[in-house]
């Protein structure tokens, strides 16, 4: 299973920014449960959105209202569209599925916010 986000930039404090995440290989997409998460500089991993085959959708509180979560199954892919982004948004964002018990990561896309 391979996962290639893109997307990530700069923006100034209050703008948008769309990350993709398309899966490819052995992977059952529709079945899986797909995963944003990110790492601040100098701080651990967090989990962002989540988003099941089915469109249910889960987020940490200090995005929810302004992220938003979705998947298209039929291109393999996960998006994770931000708005009113703050420079506490600032990080590598990681895309994540985990399948037969093995987690797979993508290579991380960084957002960085200017105030």
């Not at 990350?19 to 990110?38: E, H």
């Not at 979705?70 to 399948?99: F, G, I, W």
């Amino acid at each position: 299973v391979q996962l290639q986000a893109s997307g990530g930039g700069s923006v100034q404090a209050g703008g948008s920014l769309r990350l993709s995440c398309a899966a490819s290989g052995s992977i059952t997409f529709n079945n899986n449960v797909m995963d944003w998460y990110r790492q601040p500089p100098g701080k651990q991993r967090e989990l962002v959105a989540s988003i099941t085959g089915g469109g249910s959708t889960n987020y940490a509180g200090s995005v929810k209202g302004r992220f938003t979560i979705s998947r298209d199954n039929a291109k393999n892919t996960v998006y994770l569209q931000m708005n009113s982004l703050k420079p506490e948004d600032t990080a590598v964002y990681y895309c994540h599925v985990q399948q037969y018990y093995i987690n797979y990561w993508g290579q991380g896309t960084l957002v960085t916010v200017s105030s």
